[in-house]
């Protein structure tokens, strides 16, 4: 029997109707237009507003209409695996509160966080499941609302972060595509550069941590950005050269959107022209979890079946990784 493997069958995103362009933010913080657009490539993101709203309702639209999508009704579904930096609380897990808007009652379901490298790692960790043969329908949502733990008053940061969902279908497939190959890697002597102080076991809340606004992302940018291009292109190029993958045999880039800037340098050093490298984070930002399937679902009407997709991210942790995956449809 040949061996199962894990295969994407649909994505589908939710992004809020609220646009925060770089002139609103031009009105909030010492900053402009172009200094946003040439430094990062962003014109624009989506926000998340309104009371009691979360980044699990912009996972349950995102897998609602995934569902509707693809045809498959809530109960078919065995489990549903969300990689998220902003669950709607500690715990439970967003990905049970994803399952319950949208009415899967047979899953199982669980949060995983490797910061902007989560939606590879939940990808592959999703397909271990679909290819033990167990499981038929797994769902991976990527989801943040990033609004939620970013400081409208840092320039550094608040101009690059967006919210958004995006869920893909997972089902066993005996062709030749799916998840083919994945290179990751996480070193924690690094974290430093790129985290939240406070809310954690280490510093719990208190008055003193919220009046030093450590409830927010913290960056080093440049630190990240250097790590971020070199990782970037290098975890590409080693699961290409695992896989005897020439540029040629690449039909696209789909790099994780932080910068335009490292998505550039990705796509120069695995010797793509840009034609072939997924690019949206003008109209989103950098929206952390979905970002990757964001792009999937953006590019899906140029997609053709077997075409080789070289995934790609990196984040906080740190964390790195690239998977190759041979698009199913
Ligand atoms: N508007 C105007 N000026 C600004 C702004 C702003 N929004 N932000 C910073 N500046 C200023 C700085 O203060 C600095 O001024 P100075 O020279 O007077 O000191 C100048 O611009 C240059 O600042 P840099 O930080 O050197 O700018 P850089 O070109 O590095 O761009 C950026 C900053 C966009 C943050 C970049 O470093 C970057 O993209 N880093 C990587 C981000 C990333 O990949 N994150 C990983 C994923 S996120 C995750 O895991 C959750």
């Given amino acids: 029997m040949a061996h199962i493997k894990a295969a994407i069958t649909a994505v589908h995103g939710h992004l809020p109707d609220y646009i925060l362009t770089n002139q609103e933010l031009e009105q909030m913080v010492d900053t402009s237009d172009e200094w946003i657009s040439t430094r990062t490539g962003i014109k624009e993101r989506r926000i998340l507003k309104g009371a009691g709203l979360a980044t699990s309702d912009m996972g349950g639209e995102a897998v609602k209409g995934l569902l509707d999508k693809r045809g498959i009704g809530p109960s078919e579904v065995d489990m549903v695996l969300c990689s998220t930096v902003t669950p709607d609380m500690k715990f439970p897990a ?5 399952s319950h808007k949208a009415g899967i009652k047979n899953a199982f379901s669980y949060d995983m966080n490797a910061a902007c490298s989560g939606f590879l790692y939940a990808l592959v960790t999703a397909a271990n499941y679909v290819e033990s043969g167990r499981y038929k329908k797994v769902v991976v949502v990527g989801a943040d609302k990033m609004s939620s733990i970013v400081d409208y008053t840092d320039r550094q940061t608040c101009v690059l972060f967006g919210d958004a969902a ?61 790590l971020a291009v070199t990782k970037m292109g290098d975890i590409s190029l080693e699961v290409m050269k695992r896989n005897n993958l020439s540029a040629e045999d690449v039909s696209w880039l789909v790099p994780h959107q932080a910068n ?53 991210a990196f984040g906080g942790g740190f964390t790195w990784g690239a998977i190759w995956l041979k698009w199913a449809y």
């Avoid at 967003?94 to 994803?98: D, G, Q, R, S, V």
């Avoid at 022209?273 to 009407?301: F, R």
Wanted: net charge negative; proline share 5%; with cysteine.
């Fill in 166 to 226: 995006c869920a893909v279908m997972l089902e066993p497939t005996q062709e030749d595509v799916g998840v083919m190959d994945h290179v990751f890697g996480s070193e924690g002597s690094s974290w430093q550069y790129l985290h939240m102080k406070a809310g954690g076991s280490l510093k719990p809340p208190s008055h003193e941590t919220i009046d030093a606004r450590e409830h927010f992302i913290y960056q080093e940018g440049q630190t990240v950005f250097k």
């Fill in 94 to 98: 967003a990905a049970n509160l994803i």
């Fill in 260 to 312: 335009m800037r490292i998505i550039e340098a990705t796509g120069r050093r695995m010797n793509l022209p840009p034609e072939k490298v997924m690019v949206n984070i003008q109209k989103y930002g950098n929206t952390t979890n979905a970002t990757i399937p964001l792009c999937l679902w953006d590019y899906e009407d140029k997609l053709n079946k077997g075409d080789n997709l070289i995934l790609t």
